[in-house]
């Protein structure tokens, strides 16, 4: 059969699948489908043959049933924010929409609630909410990205692990349909997780490589009661001591610690017509059954902080104030992109406990000799109770695609040599793609092997997401 008459029979199949109105063939969805964060174009001989919308499990099961045995690429999508590179197609194939596959059942009963893949994350968080119960997921992204891309993430954003864990610490188990088109299901429906081998593990900070989740099973959290604080300092290495001194002085880790360098906090606050700050601001949510216990932990996490020398650090008690200097916070990235036209990219740079205030001061040069990078300014923010750290820089949207390819792989690199250099790695956007690279460096080639090889059991014909795991080398 010549390559159109397979590719004709390809859509053929889907639209007999799932009926023709959700299966996309046009050149526009295509590209709509396959750009992620990353500031450069698609190429056209990458863009999908069909786009395709599965309304359930079974579905999906087809899709993967037929692809494995025809051989076509299928790649999985949920809305594209992976800031890795893992949502971006590099060859022909499929592309698994999971925006259909929405069905979210709240069983309070069981003390679990189970999510389809595409539901969005602050879709998820606000039914939980009117319910009294907290989805322990946060994003930057949340209003966007799919509960099946963060789970395949294992990423809870701006939660500080130390706080209340990862989200894997949540999941009681997942539906799967693998590579090849078989349906599993993993875990529990009970409230206590899996003693010993527990396939959920496969799948839940996955990297999409091993299956397509089809359902999230999750532990239902009680909504806390909050108490807020605010610490501002004369330079980034005060607030570094001051987080390192909460640490090892046992202060309770808040469920937030965020950090704003002095030139980001500045224009945090003029955002929200706040007076500017005196210096980098560090600010955090504490968390606890009620509010005296919430407020005491401020108070503790506080008077750790007040050994540094701040300028200011006080319990916030107006709530107005708080969700000011929140909101400030949350929309720095898209404020800057907007007012300087540019396009955006940032590094995760994590630090360990011991050496943070010589990483902070490493991030807060990290463009230094990268070409082009090292001309833009860098606002630096993150989640600093994690000892995360995002060196961002906003680019000219004019720079054209070469540039820009080159900038995004010499700051992965940048970013690299220095979680090598910390004996750390990303804790929010997967392993592999454009970390390929860093994965072998930090594990070594008998453990990146390993992966290899356990993909190959899952996946015999390497036709789910290929390429993330050998990172477009
Ligand atoms: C403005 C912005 C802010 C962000 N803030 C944060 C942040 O604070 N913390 C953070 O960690 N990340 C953040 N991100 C990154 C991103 O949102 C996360 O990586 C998120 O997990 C991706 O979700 P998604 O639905 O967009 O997944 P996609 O990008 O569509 O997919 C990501 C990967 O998961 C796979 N996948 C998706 N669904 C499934 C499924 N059902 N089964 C198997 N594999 C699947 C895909 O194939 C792909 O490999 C941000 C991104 C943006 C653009």
Redesign the pocket.
């Known amino acids: 059969m010549t390559t159109e008459g397979k590719e004709q029979g390809v859509i053929a199949f889907l639209e007999g699948l799932v009926g023709k109105e959700n299966v996309s063939t046009s050149i526009f969805e295509g590209i709509k489908q396959s750009l ?2 990353f500031p450069y174009h698609v190429k056209r001989e990458n863009l999908p043959l069909a786009v395709v919308l599965p309304e359930n499990k079974l579905h999906v099961s087809e899709i993967l049933r037929y692809a494995n045995i025809e051989k076509v690429p299928v ?10 590179g ?2 971006r197609a590099h060859t022909k194939g499929i592309i698994i929409n ?1 925006a259909r ?1 929405t069905n979210f059942e709240l069983m309070e009963d069981y003390g679990f609630f189970e999510s389809g ?2 539901v969005r994350v602050a879709d998820a968080a606000d039914t939980l909410d009117e319910r009294g119960w907290f989805l322990p997921l ?5 209003v ?10 294992n ?4 939660i500080i692990d130390a706080a209340i864990g990862k989200p894997a610490d949540y999941v009681l188990g997942v539906e ?1 349909v693998l590579p090849t088109g078989e349906i599993i299901e993993s875990g529990t429906k009970g409230l206590r997780k899996p003693a010993g081998t527990d396939l959920t593990k496969m ?1 839940v900070g ?4 091993m ?4 359902m999230i099973r999750m532990r239902l959290v009680s909504m806390a009661k909050q108490s807020y604080g605010i610490a501002i300092y004369r330079d980034l290495k005060a607030i570094a001591r001051a987080v390192k001194r909460m640490y090892l002085e046992k202060a309770p880790a808040p469920l937030f610690v965020e950090f704003m360098d002095h030139n980001v906090s500045t224009i945090a606050f003029q955002i929200k017509e706040m007076e500017p700050p005196p210096g980098p601001v560090l600010f955090f949510m504490a968390i606890g059954q009620d509010k005296e216990e919430a407020d005491k932990k401020t108070a503790k996490v506080i008077e750790v902080f007040k050994k540094e020398d701040p300028v200011i650090a006080h319990q916030i008690t107006d709530l107005e104030m708080w969700t000011k200097l929140w909101a400030a916070r949350e929309v720095i ?2 404020y800057l992109i907007q007012k300087m036209h540019g396009q955006s990219t940032a590094a995760e740079v994590v630090s360990n406990l011991a050496n943070l205030e010589e990483a902070m001061d490493e991030t807060a040069r990290f463009n230094e000799g990268i070409p082009y990078l090292e001309d833009l300014t860098n606002y630096m923010f993150g ?1 600093i109770g994690a000892l995360t750290m995002h060196p961002s820089f906003v680019m000219p949207s004019e720079w054209d695609d070469v540039r820009m390819q080159e900038i995004i792989k010499n700051k992965f690199k940048r970013e690299a040599e220095l979680n090598l250099k910390y004996g750390t790695c990303g ?4 392993q592999f ?1 454009k970390r390929t690279g860093f994965f072998i460096q930090r594990y070594g080639e008998t453990a990146y092997d390993l992966i290899k090889k356990m993909k190959a059991v899952f996946d015999p014909n390497n036709i789910l ?1 290929p390429g ?1 795991l050998e990172g477009y080398r």
């Open positions: 992620d964060p790649f999985v999508r949920g809305s594209g924010t992976h800031l890795g893992a949502s999971t596959l893949p595409g946060f994003p930057g992204s949340r966007i990205a799919s509960m099946g891309g963060i789970i395949s993430n990423t809870s954003g701006h799967v799948f996955g990297d999409g490589i299956g397509v989740i089809t990235g898209p989640h804790g929010e956007w997967g793609s997401n993330v």
